[in-house]
Structure formats: structure tokens, C-alpha cells
């Protein structure tokens, strides 16, 4: 309360000629070792400032994961470039090196990586792979606050990262996000895209290209700066309570507790365990009806189907008719991107096994001690 009162007090509550964005760029800077961030208004902000970084033409492709927001896919549209989807692993639902080889085509102007429920992609292979194609990696790590991969932390780990503020996550001004990046020229192009491309402080400032106002304001980064404060206890609680479940439910026949990501570590932003239909009548919806009966909120499959049968990419509505930017002259002998699910074994098996339980480090001994013993009860009573 005593950083907002001293907002409101100083009559600033844009962060263009405010204090407080620019400090809590400079601390989040440095607690995740990135030599540059910007603050946005929300994840979508962050991703799609991301994606305006790198600065696709129209019809160029930008590789993604068909099991994410549909606020990290509306980004490459509204820069005019076209999604396309690469499978993921089945126990992690993680894009691999493996799975997005293949989706690489001439067209193809970057990737984007999403560390899912707060466990890292596994990093190496795949900037290995971008770097042999000379792709820009911007990661998605809004799940994933001060996760580590090998002794970094995730979004400092590809050229760009992105983070979000919402709500449900480790960190949360309601709404609101960030970038990072270790490239100056990049943090450059990203500081405009969030300010309608205005030049502050440049000796002849001007709009010097198509961009938005993604301010963050000056209450949301005082909320934050307090937020940063705490993120390191929000993360043990997590990891804490998700290391007893994995401890009470990871000898149990039909389900399988999270994965993680070799050389990383879960930050476990939700606890997404697997559920094997042949050993529990009804899988991970049966599962999941149990544990609602019981006051859990659950979420069987996560997100009901992969992204790219939603509406919105399966008819091409996007910008008026046109089935721009799929259409038209700048796709012209391009094939249409791939969101057949025969093409994508992992990701269908994946979220029709998954079940998302929910986590939370306000959570006591007894609050974890009660869902692990209902999901147990449910085991024993689906079990074939």
C-alpha cells in the first residue's frame, strides 16, 4: 500500500514520466540476470511485442505449440505472420528440438517455446536447432517465473522471453507482463512497440513505425515491485506442496505425476499429472468428476482441444473475409500450414490424458495432505 499511496501521490500513473515501471524493469532485470526488460500490459502484450520484435513479412511462418493460450497464437496473426504448430512430447507436452525440425521451411521466421505449468523446455537441442537455421527463439515463460535450465533462468535462455502478470500466476498485478532480452537492438524495437513507436528522448523523436500503446501503468508496476518481493517464498510453497504430492502419488498404478525437464527445474505453476485410461475406467475425465464431487477444482485436458482447432484458425477468421494472412498473394505457392491431428499423435494423446490440478502456496499441510487423498480415493475407485 505504501508504493501505491506514493503513486498516487505524485499525480503520475503513466509510466512514460513515471518512477516505478522503470524500477521494477531494473530489480526484475536483475533477480533473472537479463540485461534488458520492458514492462507490458498483459502476457498476450509480451508475446505479441515479442513477435513485432522480430519483424515477420507477411505470410512468413512463426513455429509454436498447439497446447498454450490463445493469447500466444493471436500475436502472430495480428503481425501478419502464420502459426504453425509442431507436435509435442506426450508426457511433458513440450515442443522438442524433434518435433519442431520438421515444421522449419523456408518461410519460417521464428520460434516460440512455451515452458508449460512452469517446467522448461528441454533448451540445448532446440537452440541448437534455431541457431542452424538462423531463427530468433522468443520463450513463452509466463508459467514459469525463475524456472531454471541449466543455471539460467527461463527467458533468458533464446533471444527473447516473455512473462505474465495475470492473475493465476507466481507473480501478479491482475494483469500485466514483461519482455526480456539480451539484445539491446531488440530491447530497442520492443521499448517502441509498446509506445506507439515514439522515440522518447531521441534528439528528433517521431512514430517511426506500426505500433501500440502496451504501457504498463504505474499502480500495476507499484503491485509488482511488491510482488517481486515475495516470488521466491510463492515458488518453494509450490515446489514444496508438489514434492509431497509427488512422493504420495508417484507410486500409484494409472496415474503419472509431472515430468521435469532434465538439467531444470519445476516451478509448478500447476501440478498436471497423466491419467492412463486403460488402468482407470474413464481417464482423466472420470478422474476429474471425482475430484470435483469433492470440492476440487480440476481441469481434465487442460485446454479442450489443441489450438489449432479453434474457430479462429480452423475458418480463418481473421481480418475482415480475407483469410489474411493464410491467403492472398504473400502465401503464393506456399502450402497451407499442417492442423490436421493425424499429424499430431503426442499432442492429442497428451491432453487426453492430462489432468491439471490445482496448486497454490497459500495452500497448508492439510489443504495438499486432502487433494492427495482424494486423488488416491479416486485411483483405487476407477481402477479396472
Known sequence: MDMLSKVIRS?????????????FERLFASKSRAPFVRTTTSGTASVHTAVAAVDPEPGDEIITTPVTDMGAITPILY???????????PETCLV????????????????????????PCDMEPILELARGHGLPVIEDSAQAFFAVYDGKFTGTLGHIGC????????????EGGCVTTGDPKLHRRMTLFTDKAWGYGDPRPDHYFLALNYRMTELQAAVALAQLKKVDHVIQRRRDIAGQWNKELGSMDGI???????????????????VDPDILQGGSDALGSFLKERGISCAPRYIQKPAFQCEVLRARKTFGKSGFPFTGPYRAGCP???????????????????????INEKYTAEHAAYISECVLDGVKTLKR
Not at 525440425?101 to 517446467?119: D, E
Open 336 to 358: 497451407d500450414p499442417d492442423y490436421d491431428p493425424r499429424h499430431f499423435p503426442g499432442t492429442m494423446q497428451a491432453l487426453s490424458r492430462l489432468l491439471v490440478l490445482p
Open 256 to 274: 503419472q505425476t509431472p515430468k521435469t525437464t532434465r538439467r531444470a527445474t519445476h516451478v509448478y505453476w500447476k501440478y498436471a499429472v497423466r
Open 79 to 89: 503481425q501478419t505472420a502464420v502459426p504453425v504448430f509442431a507436435d509435442v512430447d
Open 96 to 119: 522438442t528440438a524433434e518435433t519442431l525440425a520438421p515444421r522449419i521451411t523456408k518461410r519460417t521466421r521464428a520460434v516460440v517455446v512455451t515452458h508449460l505449468f512452469g517446467n
Open 11 to 23: 499525480g503520475t500513473l503513466n509510466s512514460a514520466k513515471g518512477t516505478m515501471a522503470r524500477e
Open 163 to 174: 512473462f505474465s502478470l495475470q492473475q493465476g500466476k507466481h507473480m501478479t498485478t491482475g
